[in-house]
């Protein structure tokens, strides 16, 4: 990018000083406009309150101070979420080891002796305003991202409200709109269409030798392909990531479940309403260990562990960002090993029982 606005390193950065000699205060002012920047200077935490906010650069922080020493000033500011990532330089005559790490465990990021010299001033204050730069990249690629994702949210919402509209007059139309944005979700997390159908077929399948009615089988059928939906309100940086999940990711993740029943909840149309239950249950486990509700056993809608069977056979012998297909054998093994913790035993058995059909199925759209 071009260098201009907030995060051209040239351009003046505002830089809060603290430190109740005022005499300091001078000083560290026009060192910082000797280095292009705009001092804002504070002799106290509380007068320096009422200017610490996000347009705040960096501070620089007297340790010794009669009233609140740098120490406690340092984690009062790492508690104000406005500005709890602001770059923190300790200002100190204190030079012992404990003393240091007694300022990194309030929150300093760096340190500064008494008295200030303006080429380590300069090249420490780079340092860290790189840094802050870098943090703001990033916040402001993640607003924009949320803002996309609640444009693509608002417009989904629309379509379905639309083909709710419709269904009195054109089921197949309906039937057409829905797949398609279950098609939507699946391309934005890497997957075809290929999926979609294989999915919903072991689906179907699977209600049929349950001894579920054609009609169930058939909103089965109809229904899976919306199972990850939700998964358009997910982040790209997360769902595309090509390596493990950090926990605070997981827990977004996790939250695809909660998006698609929400997008697909308070329907009328019966179709829609099995789409709801199976987006909300689908990542539920027989032993309760599933989310987003962690029920367990039968209190499991049973459409969400038929699902849970057909998703996760088809994950395994499928490429994802994060790992190469599985062989049928491979995949069998693993879901063998989650019977009764995992999956359904009795969901499993009719899965296993007949996978020549499902072997049938996955040859017909194959990848």
């Not at 003393?99 to 008295?115: Q, T």
């Not at 179907?204 to 349950?210: D, I, Q, R, V």
């Not at 249950?281 to 049973?302: C, F, M, R, V």
Request: aromatic share 6%.
């Amino acid at each position: 990018m071009t260098g201009k606005g907030w995060w051209n390193l040239n351009s003046p950065k505002r830089i809060l000083a603290i430190d109740d000699e005022r005499i300091n205060l001078r000083v560290i002012g026009g060192l910082l406009r000797n280095l292009g920047h705009e001092p804002v200077l504070m002799e106290s935490f509380a007068e320096a309150l009422q200017y610490l906010d996000p347009s705040i650069d960096l501070v620089l922080l007297d340790v010794m101070m009669p009233e609140t020493d740098g120490f406690t000033v340092a984690k009062k500011i790492r508690e104000i979420p406005e500005v709890a990532d602001v770059p923190i330089i300790m200002v100190t005559a204190l030079t012992s080891k404990q003393d240091r790490l007694k300022a990194v465990e309030a929150g300093a990021n760096d340190f500064i002796s008494k008295p200030i010299d303006l080429t380590e001033l300069r090249v420490r204050v780079s340092s860290l305003l790189k840094m802050k730069e870098s943090q703001d990249e990033v916040k402001r690629y993640q607003a924009e991202l949320e803002e996309m994702v609640a444009v693509r949210t608002s417009a989904l919402r629309m379509a379905l409200e639309n083909v709710k509209e419709s269904q009195r007059t054109i089921l197949s139309a309906h039937l057409e709109t829905i797949h398609r944005l279950a098609s939507a979700a699946e391309f934005k997390d890497e997957e075809t269409a290929d999926h979609i159908q294989r999915m919903s077929r072991y689906c179907a399948l699977l209600a049929g030798k349950l001894d579920l009615p054609d009609a169930e089988v058939d909103l089965v059928l109809q229904a899976s392909p919306m199972h990850d939906i939700g998964k358009i309100g997910i982040p790209d940086s997360i769902l595309l990531k090509p390596a493990k999940l950090t926990p605070e990711e997981w827990v977004v993740m996790q939250k695809h479940t909660i998006f698609g029943a929400r997008i697909l909840g308070e329907s009328n149309f019966e179709l829609l309403r099995v789409g709801e239950i199976i987006a909300l249950s689908h990542h539920e486990k027989w032993d309760g260990s599933g989310y987003p509700k962690g029920l367990a056993g039968d209190d499991i809608p049973l459409y969400g562990r038929i699902c849970a069977v057909a998703d996760v056979f088809d994950a395994l012998t499928s490429k994802r960002p994060y790992k190469e297909a599985f062989s049928n054998e491979k995949s069998l093994e693993i879901m063998r090993a989650g019977r009764g913790s995992h999956f359904d035993p009795r969901v499993l058995d009719v899965f296993l029982g007949d996978f020549a059909s499902v072997e049938k199925i996955q040859r017909e759209f194959e990848m």
